[in-house]
T-cell receptor, first 110, second 112 residues
């Protein structure tokens, strides 16, 4: 099956710093989503981005489907950005199954 | 518009017991998928239901089962619980057309 690799596995920043999280996938995908898992475990949608670039406030994402990677940019990070960021892909037509990467754990210090 | 709800939020069981978890999707969504999250294995797909039919299934033993009702609410059942079943169980709600999926808050299951 498809492999989804996220890097770096851990990232520690000072408040105000910028960061880039990467997601590589081993095969073509139908769709890609980025999530932020909060301390209580809920997965919060950040982007639905099978291709192209999207921006939402301090966050933006770019997916280059032909090269099989996606990037999540966080600018001017805040302590509330801390948590685990997951990339997940859909590959099978007619199914909503998501294959997740192992995540990037982000810690933003004040 | 109400979000995805899961009940119960926390559960403690002993080995050998069985458990039933519930998920109510976003109104109008017909697809519900279930995932298990553990520190060692990460997020793993359990199964997906669409319009009361199981559309896809992950690599889990037959002790894990599920169903979906006509109102799109879904339940998953784990029988003969093992210690390794301790995990966060998450359900996702979708339109069924491979669009954005939305997750519920999860059920934390502890098996003693």
């Amino acid at each position: 099956g498809i492999q989804v690799e996220q890097s770096p596995p851990d990232l520690i920043l000072q408040e105000g710093a910028n960061s880039t999280l990467r997601c590589n996938f081993s095969d073509s995908v139908n769709n890609l989503q980025w999530f932020h898992q909060n301390p209580w475990g809920q997965l919060i949608n950040l982007f639905y981005i099978p291709s192209g670039t999207k921006q939402n406030g301090r966050l933006s994402a770019t997916t280059v489907a032909t090269e099989r990677y996606s990037l999540l940019y966080i600018s001017s990070s805040q302590t509330t950005d801390s948590g685990v960021y997951f990339c997940a892909v859909q590959t099978q037509g007619g199914s909503e199954k998501l294959v997740f990467g192992k995540g990037t754990k982000l810690t933003v210090n004040p | 518009k109400a979000g995805v709800t899961q009940t119960p939020r926390y559960l403690i069981k002993t080995r050998g017991q069985q458990v039933t978890l519930s998920c109510s999707p976003i109104s109008g969504h017909r697809s519900v998928s279930w995932y298990q999250q553990t520190p060692g294995q990460g997020l793993q797909f359990l199964f997906e239901y669409f319009s009361e039919t199981q559309r896809n299934k992950g690599n889990f033993p037959g002790r894990f089962s599920g169903r979906q009702f006509s109102n799109s609410r879904s339940e998953m059942n784990v029988s003969t619980l093992e210690l390794g079943d301790s995990a966060l169980y998450l359900c996702a709600s979708g339109s069924g057309r491979q669009e954005t999926q939305y997750f519920g808050p999860g059920t934390r299951l502890l098996v003693l």
